[in-house]
């Protein structure tokens, strides 16, 4: 691994404190969260694209624990266990580590790297607190005196109430939202809900027509064949969770398709891109079409950009993307990205966020609390060749 050099840390340490400094300044409670974190929620909650880069080890009573990849897990939990009340509206902020692998054998240089955040808890108006954070980040960023960027913003609850709109069974939306994280898997499921991709038989086709003509109830039949076959569970998956899985493949087969008019929602949804202004008018539109939680999102959405420009942001600058909804799974709504832009024409996401209001209920919280937050790839502000002071 290769480190910094004492250089490199003085200048990490001093963006560091500046841009702690504005959030502190802005009623932030600094932190310090541990570095050695339980490792079930990473690997739960934080979407492929982070489980896969974990440290994970075993300590010597064999519980599973990490590294932590990233610090908006540990200061939900720091809060949860910290805090007075944890329902109050609570602000932290943060700077330290964090680790990840290497996506490569030959790039060492982000194993371990700086990250500065900040976390807003508890109740709040969503809008309001939403462009609070997008202009606290930008506010730290300009105190490192970082210049040269372009911002993206996404909506995930956009996408979640959309499909709420449109009249599909239940385990179509929650595979929708799954594969969301996945262009190609999602083109794929969306092809086949609609017929557009015919139907395989694959090596469960033949145990499904036996399971269609047999009188036995799913989990009987699951047992019924377990025992004919001689074969024996798959250890972590019950009779119950196969036989209701097949069930649900079953229903599929019998379930008429998603209509043309409804992909084509989802797709005209999909395509949105422009400035987030002109999106509100495009969302309005696609919203007219629709009967059911489409409609207030487009609301809650408008509202913020509201609340961004009365935030004094240049939000007619940024670009707002349906598709964009960053590479951590446990988001809800809004996401934001700050990508700067390098003098060999290539980009580098220096900062990101957005609204996950279910993490602490999900971690160990007794009811849900609104949560959002941001952070900043502090090591990506200092390189070797350009050490901001």
């Not at 902020?93 to 976390?119: I, M, N, P, W």
Request: proline content about 4%; hydrophobic content about 40%.
């Amino acid at each position: 691994m290769t480190g910094k050099s004492s250089t490199q840390r003085r200048a990490t340490d001093a963006l560091n404190a500046s841009m702690t400094k504005v959030f502190e300044a802005a009623g932030a409670e600094y932190i310090e969260p541990d570095i050695i974190q339980p490792a079930d929620v990473f690997l739960e909650r934080s979407g492929e694209h982070i489980r896969s880069r974990t440290y994970v080890f075993a300590d010597p009573s064999g519980a599973q624990l990490c590294l932590r990849p990233d610090l908006t897990v540990p200061a939900c939990r720091y809060h949860l266990e910290q805090a007075g009340d944890v329902m109050a509206a609570t602000r932290y902020c943060y700077a330290g580590k964090a680790f990840r692998h290497s996506k490569t054998a030959a790039d060492t240089s982000l194993r371990e790297f700086d990250q500065v955040g900040l976390e807003l808890f508890g109740a709040g108006t969503v809008a309001d607190d939403d462009a609070e954070t997008l202009a606290l980040t930008l506010a730290a960023l300009d105190a490192a005196n970082v210049s040269g960027y372009s911002i993206q913003l996404g909506d995930l609850g956009l996408f979640t109430a959309l499909l709420s709109s449109i009249d599909m069974p239940e385990r179509w939306r929650t595979s929708l939202k799954r594969q969301f994280w996945r262009p190609r898997a999602f083109r794929d499921l969306l092809n086949r809900l609609t017929g557009k991709t015919p139907k395989a038989r694959t090596s469960i086709s033949d145990l499904l027509d036996e399971m269609a003509s047999s009188s036995l109830d799913a989990v009987s039949f699951v047992e019924h064949r377990l025992e004919a076959d001689g074969l024996e569970m798959i250890a972590g998956r019950s009779i119950e969770q196969v036989a209701g899985r097949l069930s649900e493949k079953l229903d599929d087969r019998s379930e008429p398709a998603l209509s043309a008019e409804h992909a084509e929602l989802i797709d005209d949804y999909l395509s949105t891109r422009c400035a987030p202004p002109l999106a509100v008018a495009k969302l309005r539109q696609l919203a007219a079409k629709t009967n059911g939680e489409f409609a207030p999102a487009v609301d809650l959405f408008e509202a913020r950009v509201e609340a961004i420009q009365k935030a004094g942001l240049a939000i007619a600058d940024m670009e707002f993307a349906a598709v964009f909804g960053r590479s951590l799974e446990y988001y809800t709504g809004f996401v934001f990205q700050i990508d700067r832009h390098l003098p060999d024409g290539a980009s580098d996401t220096i900062a990101g966020g957005g609204r996950y209001d279910t993490m602490l209920k999900d971690i160990g919280a007794d009811a849900m609390i609104p949560a959002v937050g941001c952070a900043i790839y502090a090591s990506r502000l200092v390189s070797a060749d350009e050490v901001t002071p």
